[in-house]
Nanobody, 124 residues
Framework: QVQLVESGGGLVQAGDSLRLSCAASGRPFRNYAMAWFRQAPGKEREFVAAVTWVRGNTYYADSVKGRFTISRDNAKNTVYLQMNSLKPEDTADYYC?????????????????WGQGTQVTVSS
């Protein structure tokens, strides 16, 4: 079983930056991709960004393009989400996820392992 542990959330002001980290551990595994999703209060969980493990191809939701950057460190089994120019509407719990099959990187159904989430609050 793969375990994912997120860190780096917090309370910031609009325009600030944060970097989230997600460390993967557990039995030997082969990740095809890792992603970040988020869920705001009263809303459904939504895709934020994904990165394929081997080639490093990246995918972003339109709402974060140009502001967020996803990256991975294969040696550390860690994925990062650099969030710049944060807005109050970015406030949410952010979840890391790992996919062990090839699929639709934008879909929650592709991902089989999930972290516990880290809270990001952006004040105006």
């Amino acid at each position: 079983q793969v375990q994912l542990v997120e860190s780096g959330g917090g309370l910031v002001q609009a325009g600030d930056s944060l970097r989230l980290s997600c460390a993967a551990s557990g039995r030997p595994f082969r990740n095809y991709a890792m992603a970040w999703f988020r869920q705001a209060p009263g809303k459904e969980r939504e895709f934020v960004a994904a990165v394929t493990w081997v080639r490093g191809n990246t995918y972003y939701a339109d709402s974060v393009k140009g502001r967020f950057t996803i990256s991975r460190d294969n040696a550390k089994n860690t994925v990062y989400l650099q969030m710049n120019s944060l807005k109050p509407e970015d406030t949410a719990d952010y979840y890391c996820a790992a996919a062990q099959i090839v699929g639709d990187w934008y879909s929650q159904a592709t991902y089989v392992a999930w972290g516990q989430g880290t809270q990001v609050t952006v004040s105006s």
